[in-house]
């Protein structure tokens, strides 16, 4: 608590007084000897981070799918599950006690040991993601619930030596590398430490009332169970006081910034040197194309440095990989401007209303983000034409989309998720070259959905709150001097005119529909091209692309 105290007293100050003098001292390497930052352009500190361009990969890339997959997806019960589970009253809560038992006798640590992933193909997967035109893939390699979902050296509790009981990074890399896509790691063990707070409390009602959680057990209580001789404490990290209004179930959304004013629980310096150390670890030997981190920035800031200390060492050793080009990438959400120079700003189920001066990325889920059966036996998943619109929508304005496709706890793809996935593979087998490789145009679209767009909240989260696009809405991509319009549904009328191309503003020399070879007749007048649609049967795809030259 001393610690806590000084910090909070000091207020948001403490960040800059604290980087400003460990990042000055030329002896970096001696102060943090686990895994030395590479000495090639870039160090921790923001203006030296200024330096990164997004590569071209990423740039042209424009798709990627993500398999938010880990052992919160065993119960099928939805997101957050290691945390909600502790939560007395809740869904999840009520979920647990009825398939597994109390939570003080049987905890996340048991839900992990019953997680055996034993139809997990990535193989198959992955020819099913490159299908869809993917050019890109993501792997989790550990949520908030704090477990490495590859073979770390620091963090006992990976799937290598419990549950599966394999190196789940390494094979989702060698399956996607295998297919010529670049691969992506997620991370979000940062939070673990006041994510997990839930597990040291103890129900206030019935029978079990003030008998606690299995949050704060150690390592001596495993004497003689499945986990003997291994910590809790090194997975749950709750060997520490409270964060401040911790039993609102809001607050952890509202200390997620490791603001200090906000009362959250500040880590200890042993624990942010252990999530500093792993994802190091993880990146040197998994050598990722992207990782893509769940923060606000960056891990840990701005209570400590680990995050940029993670960065230089990225984007250093990377460079010297690819003999001085930066081919790395990383995500991280609620930047200001000086920080989307550094990296990549991503948009957690939402989207930008405009055409951004830096690549950006949406990323968003058919499903839940953890596995949850009710979506499935409800139906209720994203439809193919809700992610193609999406799409579109997104790499019109300079972003790329990362789709989350949800995988059963055994690491199945259920068919309602694989309907969507295909229907996705099917437009893009038509259409993908007006999405891959394309820059925005001069103006994003038209139509009557520009209008009246919802506001990002926090992290994003306004995919739900616009209008929906239909066939009177436009987006538009370039690439090699051809304009792509691809239009959000068939015009009943068989015509439709684009106001953006008036005869006054661009020569029109050809139209196309593509996925058909006859050109077809336009007009161009001072109101727009008007151009004639052609008769097809097919009037229900999810989206059609003129090509226009």
Not at 235 to 257: C, F, G, K, T, V
Not at 519 to 534: H, S
Request: charged fraction near 25%.
């Amino acid at each position: 608590m001393e610690r806590r105290t000084v910090i909070k007293a000091l207020g948001m100050a403490i960040p800059s007084l604290w980087l400003s003098k460990s990042i000055a001292r030329s002896t970096f390497n001696t102060l943090h000897p686990h895994a030395p930052i590479a000495k090639v352009d870039f160090k921790p500190e923001w203006k030296s981070l200024e330096q990164y361009q997004v590569p071209d990969w990423f740039r042209d890339a424009k798709f990627g799918i993500w398999a938010h997959w880990g052992p919160q997806c065993q119960p099928e019960r939805g997101d957050w599950y290691a945390r909600g589970m502790y939560q007395e009253g809740s869904d999840q809560y009520n979920y647990h006690v009825e398939k597994y038992g109390h939570p003080s006798k049987f905890g996340f640590k048991d839900v992990i040991n019953e997680w055996k992933a034993d139809k997990w193909d990535p193989e198959m997967l992955l020819d099913l993601y490159k299908r869809a035109g993917a050019q890109y893939f993501v792997a989790l390699a550990n949520h908030h619930d704090n477990m490495d979902l590859y073979d770390s050296s620091h963090q006992p509790w990976n799937s290598t030596k419990i549950g599966p009981k394999k190196d789940l990074v390494a094979g989702w890399a060698k399956a996607a590398k295998k297919r010529g896509l670049c691969f992506g790691v997620s991370v979000h063990a940062a939070h673990a430490w006041t994510w997990y707070e839930t597990s040291q409390r103890a129900d206030k009602n019935g029978p079990l009332k003030d008998i606690p959680y299995d949050g704060k057990l150690t390592k001596s209580d495993g004497n003689g169970k499945w986990w003997d001789g291994l910590d809790p404490q090194e997975l749950y990290a709750q060997n520490h006081p409270l964060s401040e209004n911790s039993e609102d179930h809001n607050m952890i959304h509202r200390q997620w910034s490791w603001d200090v004013s906000s009362g959250v629980s500040v880590p200890s310096k042993a624990y942010c040197e252990n999530f500093h150390d792993r994802t190091v670890e993880l990146i040197n030997n998994y050598d990722p194309d992207l990782v893509y981190f769940d923060d606000t920035v960056l891990p840990l800031w701005p209570i400590d440095d680990a995050g940029l200390r993670i960065a230089a060492h990225y984007y250093n050793v990377n460079q010297q990989k690819n003999k001085g080009k930066l081919e790395a990438v990383i995500n991280g959400k609620i930047l200001n401007e000086q920080q989307r120079k550094c990296m990549v700003w991503d948009i957690e189920r939402g989207q930008s209303d405009k055409i951004e001066k830096e690549p950006w990325q949406t990323c968003t889920c058919i499903g839940a983000w953890h596995y949850d059966r009710r979506i499935y036996d409800n139906k209720s998943y994203k439809s193919a034409k809700t992610v193609i619109h999406m799409l579109a929508d997104v790499v019109s304005k300079n972003g790329n989309l990362l789709l989350s496709v949800p995988l059963r706890g055994d690491g199945s793809i259920d068919s309602e998720a694989r309907n969507t996935v295909e229907g996705i593979a099917s437009w893009m087998g038509v259409n993908s070259e007006a999405i891959i490789g394309t820059r925005p145009w001069k103006v994003f679209g038209e139509g009557p959905a520009m209008e009246g767009v919802a506001p990002l909240s926090g992290p994003g989260f306004n995919e739900d709150k616009n209008k929906p696009l239909t066939a009177a809405d436009i987006r538009f991509t370039t690439k090699n001097g051809v304009i792509y319009a691809i239009l959000m549904g068939w015009s009943e009328t068989g015509n439709v005119l684009i106001n953006n191309l008036r005869a006054d503003s661009h020569k029109v020399k050809k139209v196309t529909l593509l996925g058909r070879s006859n050109e077809l007749k336009f007009e161009q007048t001072i109101a727009g091209l008007a151009v004639t649609l052609p008769e097809i049967a097919e009037k229900d795809e999810p989206a059609y692309v003129l090509k226009i030259t």
